[in-house]
Nanobody, 122 residues
Framework: QVQLVESGGGSVQPGGSLRLSCAAS????????IGWYRQAPGKEREFVAD????????KYADSVKGRFLISVDNTKNTVYLQMNSLKPEDTAVYYC???????????????WGRGTQVTVNS
């Protein structure tokens, strides 16, 4: 049974940083891509970033490029999202997801965590 459990969300002032974690268990070996989405109130869920946990490589949404960094620790079965220079528009519930594909990007994600809230305000 695939389980993705996010943590690390919270409240932060604009310009601050947070690091999200996603602990994965039961993920089949051929589910290579793992990443992050977010959903703000009243908006659709949107792709943030993903990585291929076996061969590396990353992909980011334009809105977070240069500010967010995705990484994976396979020894801990955990993927991280380091978020720097946070803006109020980054406020959302952040979800971890994985899919059975080498291809990075926003399509095809199958398994999802329950999310962690990130709030950026002064």
């Amino acid at each position: 049974q695939v389980q993705l459990v996010e943590s690390g969300g919270g409240s932060v002032q604009p310009g601050g940083s947070l690091r999200l974690s996603c602990a994965a268990s039961g993920v089949p070996l051929h589910y290579y891509a793992i990443g992050w989405y977010r959903q703000a109130p009243g908006k659709e869920r949107e792709f943030v970033a993903d990585t291929n946990r076996i061969i590396g490589g990353t992909k980011y949404a334009d809105s977070v490029k240069g500010r967010f960094l995705i990484s994976v620790d396979n020894t801990k079965n955990t993927v991280y999202l380091q978020m720097n220079s946070l803006k109020p528009e980054d406020t959302a519930v952040y979800y971890c997801a994985t899919k059975k594909s080498y291809t990075l990007g926003p399509s095809g994600y199958e398994f999802w965590g329950r999310g962690t809230q990130v709030t950026v305000n002064s």
